[in-house]
């Protein structure tokens, strides 16, 4: 069992910066990648970006290079540093990890970013 604990979520300024951390429990999180998605009031989720266990990234268009993905394998903690951002980025950001082994699928519970114009 895996448990996803987002953290880091709050109010910002348009231009401001936020990182939010996902902390994972459990063993497998190492050799699993790590996905962040987010969803706005009304909108579906999308996906905002993606890290390998190898450390690869890979990020929507709307993100991509005012947001990095990292992860500290020894801590267990995957990364989304925000910068840049933009009224548009609002929504509950969400870490989701997809067991390879199994095909299980864990989700944190979320944290609210709220860029103010």
């Known amino acids: 069992q895996v448990q996803l604990v987002e953290s880091g979520g709050g109010l910002v300024q348009a231009g401001g910066s936020l990182r939010l951390s996902c902390a994972a429990s459990?063993?497998?999180?190492?050799?699993?990648?790590m996905n962040w998605y987010r969803q706005a009031p009304g909108k579906q989720r999308e996906l905002v970006g993606v890290?390998?266990?190898?450390?690869?990234?890979n990020y929507a268009d709307s993100v991509k290079g005012r947001f990095t993905i990292s992860r500290d394998n020894a801590k267990n903690t995957v990364y989304l540093q925000m910068n840049s951002l933009k009224p548009e980025d609002t929504a509950v950001y969400s870490c989701?990890?997809?067991?390879w082994g199994t095909g299980d699928d864990y989700w944190g519970q979320g944290t609210q970013v709220t860029v103010s114009s």
């Open positions: 890290i390998t266990s190898g450390g690869t990234t």
């Open positions: 989701n990890l997809e067991d």
């Open positions: 459990g063993s497998i999180f190492p050799i699993n990648a």
